[in-house]
């Protein structure tokens, strides 16, 4: 099989499964912050040490920021997370964010899972994390781009010309052709905060297991966003299945 071809097969195979794979490093880095935390050495206290697990949570929400700032603007059958049926895009999206980067979910994905691979508080994994990403999410680009060309042809290709794959550039910036659609937003990137916050609470679970003896769960403020968190995620996914989030053409 030539390369332009496995790249195209690899890309599919990960587009369809986007949502499981990274999980993989997930259960990597819980490994690897057990190990830090359970051969750390002790140091002063600073304010950076203090607050480091809020700092990744910015860092995370920010991705969850960038996803909404996306979907928000989109229309029905574009920028979406299906993965069953592989590609789907009814129009090119070209305005509002799509005209400073051509993936701006993945670079919002990117953030989210930069600041819980930071929870690991190890330089070594975060750094590998990114060139793991990398490797990842270019197989993924290259093949959603091969569909893209394919089925829009010259219009693709004036607008690729002139927007950046990853790192966002503003000084082509259009204002989005559509309103920002709330609805859409809590239809589909409900998973995201709740998705957030649980692991960052089950990061501080295992953190306090490795550390603490007797062990016992806390109920602090991780214990609380991941509990608000899931029931936010219950009430959007009872008045998904219910249509209370549907709009047409969005």
């Not at 050495?41 to 700032?69: D, H, K, M, Y």
């Not at 670079?107 to 990114?130: K, R």
């Not at 550390?211 to 609380?224: L, Q, S, V």
Request: net charge neutral.
């Amino acid at each position: 099989m030539a390369l332009q071809e496995e790249l195209k097969v690899q890309g599919d195979y990960l587009f369809k499964n986007r949502s499981y794979l990274p999980l993989i490093i997930l259960v990597i880095g819980l490994s690897v912050y057990i190990h830090t935390e359970y051969y750390e050495i002790q140091t002063p206290e600073t304010w950076f040490s203090e607050n480091f697990e809020f700092i990744c949570l910015a860092v995370s929400l920010l991705g969850l920021f960038i996803r909404v700032i996306t979907v928000g603007f989109t229309p029905k059958n574009t920028s979406g997370r299906n993965t069953k049926v592989g590609q789907v895009a009814e129009e090119l999206n070209t305005t509002g964010i799509y005209s400073i980067v051509r993936h701006p979910l993945y670079v919002g994905n990117f953030f989210m899972w930069l600041g819980v691979a930071m929870l690991t508080e190890n330089v070594w994994f975060s750094i590998a994390f990114v060139f793991f990403y990398a490797f990842y999410y270019e197989r993924i680009m290259y093949a959603e781009e091969n569909f893209l060309r394919g089925k829009f042809g010259q219009i693709y290709l004036d607008w690729a010309e002139n927007v950046p794959a990853f790192i966002p550039s503003l000084k082509n910036y259009k204002k989005a052709d559509y309103s920002f659609s709330i609805k859409k937003v809590l239809k589909k990137e409900k998973n995201g905060l709740c998705a957030v916050f649980l692991l960052f609470w089950i990061f501080d679970l295992v953190g306090d297991f490795v550390e603490k003896d007797p062990f016992e769960i806390e109920t602090g403020f991780w214990f609380y966003g991941a509990i608000i968190s899931t029931i936010i995620y219950l009430i959007l996914k009872v008045m998904k299945k219910r249509k209370m989030l549907d709009e047409s053409n969005r």
